[in-house]
């Protein structure tokens, strides 16, 4: 009887050949663990008759033998075809996903500007965030306690308890004077960055949000050029046909200053909520360089002329993909960042 479950065993070890990693083990448990077929024949051997533990003996443990050698090849196998780890690993389920990141809208819109400004030889330069008192604001002409350096509300840093004139700038006009100071005209540039004002958050104003300023000098610019550059950027940035308007402003550094509307890019000028119902929205801030800057920055005033502009990102963001809570932006939250992912390249 031994003899006979040892051949039915043999046949059934010989014919088991898959190296899947589970099979595998249920296997193992059956033949050779603690409590398996081989131990149960081990201890039926103990009650055979003395004449039958001869022959039987022998059969026995080839048996045993060959049930080892079976489940270590077919494990050697398995790990084989996994490049000698994890073994048993079934090659044949679908694998596992993985999450891949998408760019920040802010990014995306960076970019789509400094590419349209790129093709006119605009070159991106930068700045630090912490700036001083002449590079934010003096040089740029706003006159020490003149009322101007309030339409920025500052975050100043303070030095031994006092108000220093260390401050985190206000806007990215500071990298237009760096520049100057440190080059020679012509200088065509574009500024991209984080700029600080002290204000309570809500879903229309920020305490940091992006600015791209831009600066070109060289002899004879005009506002031709300036209004003729700025047209070319609407028209690639949000389509042909779009319409710009120049409206008279003030800002210390230019003169005469303007800031300039596009025609809403939501209701094509018909009226909506997003240009309370005006056909117009505000894009940006524009000027020619005023001459004291230029000066400011050591470049005759006489020779060289230029115009420089100012925007916010997250308006041209806001435009571009409606996104009227400020929020979003710095939040993180990756259901919204995640809504950009058909934008990755
Ligand atoms: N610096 C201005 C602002 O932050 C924008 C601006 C830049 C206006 C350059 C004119 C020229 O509001």
Redesign the pocket.
């Known amino acids: 009887m031994l003899q006979e479950k040892i051949t039915q065993y043999t046949a059934e070890i010989n014919a088991f050949s898959t190296t899947k990693a589970d099979e595998l083990e249920q296997f193992r448990i059956k033949f050779l663990g603690t409590k398996g077929i081989i131990k149960d024949i081990f201890d039926e051997f103990k009650a055979v008759s003395p004449e039958e533990k001869r022959t039987l003996g022998k059969v026995l443990n080839e048996f045993k033998q060959l049930a080892e050698a079976k489940y270590q090849s077919l494990k050697e196998e398995g790990g084989q075809a996994q490049g000698g780890k994890d073994a048993g690993m079934d090659l044949t389920l679908p694998g596992e996903g993985f999450e891949v990141g998408a760019r920040h809208p802010l990014a995306l819109v960076r970019r789509e500007i400094v590419e349209i400004f790129n093709k006119l030889g605009f070159i991106v330069a930068e700045g630090p965030e912490i700036e001083d008192d002449w590079h934010n604001f003096s040089a ?1 002409n706003f006159p020490e306690e003149h009322p101007a350096r309030d ?2 509300d500052t975050f100043f840093i303070k030095k031994g308890g006092e108000k220093g004139d260390i401050a985190l700038r ?4 500071s990298v ?1 004077v760096r520049m100057m100071e440190h080059g020679k005209p012509p200088f065509r540039a574009l500024m991209p960055g984080r ?1 600080y004002r002290n204000e309570a958050i809500s879903a229309r104003a920020h305490c940091f949000f992006h ?1 791209i ?3 070109y000098v060289d002899e004879k610019v005009s506002f031709a050029d300036l209004k003729q550059t700025l047209f070319y950027f609407v028209q690639e940035l949000y389509g042909e046909g779009t319409k710009v308007r120049f409206r008279p ?1 003030y ?1 210390p ?2 003169e005469p ?3 300039m509307d596009i025609s809403c890019t939501i209701c094509k000028g018909d009226g909506c909520q997003l240009c309370k119902y005006s056909g117009w929205v505000e894009i ?4 020619m ?1 005023d001459p004291n800057v230029l000066e400011n920055c050591g470049i005759d005033s006489k020779k060289y002329s230029g ?6 990102i997250e308006r041209i963001a806001n435009l571009k993909y409606e996104i009227k809570d400020l929020r979003l932006f710095s939040e993180n939250d990756t259901r919204f960042l995640s809504q950009f992912k058909s934008a990755l390249i």
């Open positions: 740029l339409m920025q206000t806007h990215t006009s237009q700029v600015q300023e831009g600066l402003s800002f550094f230019t200053s303007a800031e940006l801030g524009c000027g360089v115009f420089a502009f100012g925007m916010g």
